[in-house]
């Protein structure tokens, strides 16, 4: 059974940072892309950053690119988001996802498997 | 980037009722790298659709969908119970993003 697990979520200052860890299992974690996407409280999915299988491709939403950054660990069968110089606008929902294209050659594709969150809160 | 506009923002149906949900691009969506997911209260979302029609594992098939280059469209041709959810459409393949539509809420008439 797929499992994504996040955690690191919490209340945090404005301008502060915040690291967001996701615990894969249930799948060969190195054959997929990953992705962070987040939901603000009532409203819509935002798609935040992916990663490929073998972190050669990146990608990042313009809102986030220059402070957020997304890595992965596959010794560990882990997915991460440091989260820098942190906004009120930051604060939602933050969902691991799972690509759904094994080893593509390039591109992102559907996600097939979410966990249930972390929350993030940026207020001072 | 792509701008995906679904509409309407929310549906009031019945159960039994087909509901029809509209997503358009404001470009074409290559290979109709088109997908849909379901989110209820509380959840994570699902995914339903992806490649605009073929219907992801477990997804039962009054769940349809249909389109190419800039509309498509998912159907749920008789709404059960646990179908009231809002509902996101997706493009995903070659762009260095992954765009979601502002969603259509399905709800109970």
């Known amino acids: 059974e797929v499992q994504l697990v996040e955690s690191g979520g919490g209340l945090v200052q404005p301008g502060r940072s915040l690291r967001l860890s996701c615990a894969a299992s249930?799948?060969?974690?190195?054959?997929?892309?990953m992705h962070w996407v987040r939901q603000a409280p009532g409203k819509g999915l935002e798609w935040v950053s992916g990663i490929s299988w073998n972190s050669g491709s990146i990608g990042y939403a313009d809102s986030v690119k220059g402070r957020f950054t997304i890595s992965r660990d596959n010794a560990k069968n882990s997915l991460y988001l440091q989260m820098n110089s942190l906004r009120a606008e930051d604060t939602a929902l933050y969902y691991c996802a799972k690509d759904m294209a094994e080893r593509p050659s390039s591109g992102w594709y559907p996600l097939d498997y979410w966990g249930q969150g972390t929350l993030v809160t940026v207020s001072s | 980037e792509i701008v995906l506009t679904q509409s309407p923002g929310t549906l009031s149906l019945s159960p039994g009722e087909r509901a029809t949900l509209s997503c358009r691009a404001s470009?074409?969506?290559?290979?109709?790298?088109l997908a849909w997911y379901q989110q209820k209260p509380g959840q994570a979302p699902r995914l339903l659709i992806y490649?605009?029609?073929s219907r992801a594992t477990g997804i039962p098939d009054r769940f349809s969908g249909s389109g190419s280059g800039t509309d498509f469209t998912l159907t749920i041709s008789r709404l059960e119970p646990e179908d009231f959810a809002v509902y996101y459409c997706?493009?995903?393949?070659?762009?260095?993003?992954?765009?979601f539509g502002g969603g259509t809420k399905v709800e109970i008439k």
């Open positions: 490649g605009a029609s």
């Open positions: 470009q074409s969506v290559s290979s109709s790298y």
């Open positions: 997706q493009q995903y393949g070659s762009s260095p993003w992954l765009t």
């Open positions: 249930g799948f060969t974690f190195d054959d997929y892309a």
